[in-house]
Every structure is written in C-alpha cells, then in structure tokens.
C-alpha cells in the first residue's frame, strides 16, 4: 500500500505549479507519506490540512450540504488543496499562479483511488 501512497504523491508532485503533496491520517493529522518542496514543513501541513477538513466536513454536513469531498484554501504565497480519501486525507499544495483546474482534477481522482 505504501508504494501506492508514494506513486500518488509522486504523481501530483510533477504536475506544473505544485510544491508538493502529501497524504495524512485524516483523524491523527499525521503524515503517512509526503513529498514536499524545501521548505514545506509536512508535518505542520498534515495537521493544519486533516483538522480543516474534518472541520469543514463536520460544517457542511450540519448545514445541509452533505458529504465534504475537496477543501481548498487560497493564500498570499499558493493553494492548499484537501481531498478526501476514506480515512486519509490528500493535501496538495500550490504555487500562487498553478493550474487549480488541473491540480483539483489529478487531486480527486488520486482520492477516489486511494478511498
């Protein structure tokens, strides 16, 4: 399973625009494999990603919205976009002028593929 992880994130980790990528335990935050640009602290970016998509899934259901699938935040320096993935949590991160169509498309199919 964990050769899948590293492909998933090898994969999202190539496309134009990305810093990296990384899967976490959507409950603990924690980091089950990452690849990240120098200076992207995964560990910090597991548990800031996993508690806000728990927190927005949780909100969404409570509204009325249903299932939270995709959770994506805009910053001065990029992107971060969460994906569900069953009891994981696919983070991507971004560079201000990527490609989000692109990036939020590979992002969601890698999910389905790891849920």
């Known amino acids: 399973m964990s050769e899948t992880f590293g492909a998933v994130v090898e994969q999202l ?3 134009p625009g990305v810093r ?8 603990a935050g924690v980091a089950v494999v990452q690849e990240l640009a120098e200076g992207v602290n995964g560990n910090a970016l597991a548990a800031l990603a996993a508690s806000l ?5 949780h909100a969404g259901r409570a509204s009325g919205f249903g299932a939270v699938s995709l959770v994506q935040l805009e910053a001065a320096g990029g992107h971060l ?22 990036i939020r498309l590979e992002a969601a199919r890698a999910g ?3 849920a």
């Open 20 to 27: 990296g990528a990384v899967i976490a335990e959507k409950d």
């Open 112 to 114: 389905k593929s790891l």
């Open 53 to 57: 998509f728990r927190r927005t899934a």
């Open 13 to 15: 980790s190539r496309i």
């Open 81 to 102: 976009l969460a994906v569900e993935a069953g009891e994981l949590v696919l983070v991507v991160v971004a560079e201000q002028g990527a490609q989000l169509g692109l």
